[in-house]
């Protein structure tokens, strides 16, 4: 087979599908496999037709030791060759899977996809083109129908996703063909070893049930999922458009580090568009690519008590308090100390904090202030973040009590726990701001030294 017949099908289908727009700047994701080889040739055949600008991106995931490092090594060297700058960044994707509780192929697709997107805003590019085919396409649809995954995961993988700028030129060509395309090219490419075991659910699907669905049942089987991707994907473009008119009503907070959706409107929604705007949410809060089990995890804590949480990428969270559903970040919450003088305002990272002296207690329904016997006070007064063994004596109780159990109590999520202040005087707890002072530093009938507390958590 000649280049020629896949070439004009790869400009006719970037040009139905208005991938790529004349003198664009086209950042190709290069791994060094089959696929991505393929893509890079013929994107340096569209460069002169197209007059466009071309770089190369790689990221190295650590994941197959020495093998990872020469992937790395042979997509510069090709890079170099085609005379197109190339861009690398790396990771222990391993440890970050770990620490932020995830698989592994979603670890490394959320590293990749956000060095490429930084990388494409820092060089001033307007695209990222990568290398999926027909047959990722057809995999990914069996995988998503497997898992459950709803209206969205039968769109299987997007053409062209606007909201990434990622573009996917070889979605229109099965593996046989760029594989033909590569050797009669004579196109250099290396061969990833786990593509070729069976322990990974894709590959399973890839070396063994696929095969067996094409011999058996539907030789076109992968142009027939193809289709239906494509219908999916219009039907996923008319619930966008509703899910635009629901985002109006539901969401009620919106900040830098957390967003809040309305609980009640939420669960009056179907409950296919209740997916939609989870996943529509956290995609956006966390720019990441989201797991169909995320969302179920995320559709479970709608409906569980408040205080239930379950983690997203990045470092986020996805909590329910009591009548709203909160984005936050774990990062809010970091473990902090202060020293403290009465009758001073301060202004920390995530809160404000203020004591003075008054006349005598005013009654107040605002948990944020509250009125203290100052007589009781000590001399060492702070404010730091909750610590392993922390007790107090709730206001109205009489034994002590394990902060950590007062916080299951009172709904708060577990993560959460780190980013409420609590004012100690002398190591005993004076106040859990926000929600309980200690009984005993109360206002009574002997009290003569009126200390106000004021808190006020930034949003």
């Known amino acids: 087979m000649t280049e020629q017949p896949l070439f004009h099908s790869f400009q006719e289908y970037i040009h139905n599908n208005h991938l790529i727009e004349r003198g664009e700047k086209i950042l190709v994701s290069v791994s060094g496999g089959i696929d991505s080889m393929a893509l890079l040739d013929l994107s340096a055949k569209l460069k002169t037709r197209l007059k466009i600008e071309i770089a190369v991106t790689h990221f190295n995931h650590q994941l197959r030791g020495k093998e990872s490092d020469e992937d790395e090594a042979f997509v510069r060297s090709a890079s170099k060759e085609y005379g197109f700058d190339c861009y690398v960044e790396n990771a222990d994707t391993n440890r970050i899977a770990e620490n932020e509780k995830l698989s592994i192929q979603e670890a490394a697709r959320n590293l990749r996809y956000a060095f490429f997107t930084k990388l494409r805003r820092s060089i001033g590019f307007q695209k990222i083109a990568t290398a999926h085919n027909a047959d990722d396409n057809a995999e990914t649809i069996i995988l998503n129908i497997l898992r459950g995954s709803g209206i969205h995961g039968l769109t299987g993988i997007p053409a062209f996703k606007k909201d990434t700028l990622i573009i996917r ?248 726990k780190h980013s409420i202040p609590i004012l100690l005087s002398d190591d005993k707890i004076v106040w859990v701001c926000g929600i309980r002072i200690d009984d005993r530093f109360k206002i009574t009938d002997q009290t003569k030294h009126y200390i106000r507390l004021y808190y006020s958590p930034k949003p």
């Open 169 to 416: 030129p070889l979605l229109f060509a099965q593996r046989e063909t760029i594989r033909e395309y590569v050797e009669s090219n004579q196109i250099k490419f290396r061969e990833d070893s786990s593509n070729l075991k069976s322990d990974y659910t894709r590959n399973f699907l890839r070396n063994e049930l696929l095969p067996l669905i094409r011999d058996n049942i539907n030789p076109n089987f992968t142009k027939a999922l193809g289709r239906t991707s494509e219908i999916f994907n219009q039907l996923e473009e008319y619930i966008q458009k509703e899910i635009e008119t629901v985002l109006k009503q539901i969401i009620i907070l919106r900040t830098d580090n957390e967003m809040g959706i309305d609980l009640v409107v939420f669960q009056n929604q179907p409950a296919f568009i209740q997916e939609h705007l989870l996943l529509f949410l956290a995609k956006e809060f966390t720019s990441s690519e989201i797991e169909f089990n995320t969302i179920k995890n995320m559709l479970s804590i709608s409906q569980a008590e408040t205080g239930s949480y379950c983690s997203l990428p990045m470092g986020k969270v996805f909590y329910r308090d009591r009548k709203r559903l909160i984005f936050t970040h774990t990062s809010h919450f970091a473990p902090f100390s202060y020293s403290i003088k009465l009758d001073t305002k301060y202004n920390f990272g995530t809160f404000i904090f203020e004591s003075s002296t008054a006349a005598s207690q005013e009654i107040t329904n605002d948990p944020n202030i509250e009125y203290i016997d100052g007589a009781k006070l000590g001399d060492d007064i702070i404010i730091r973040s909750w610590e392993e063994g922390d007790r107090f004596i709730p206001l109205g109780m009489k034994e002590e009590k394990k902060l950590s159990d007062f916080f299951i109590d009172q709904k708060i999520p577990l993560f959460k």
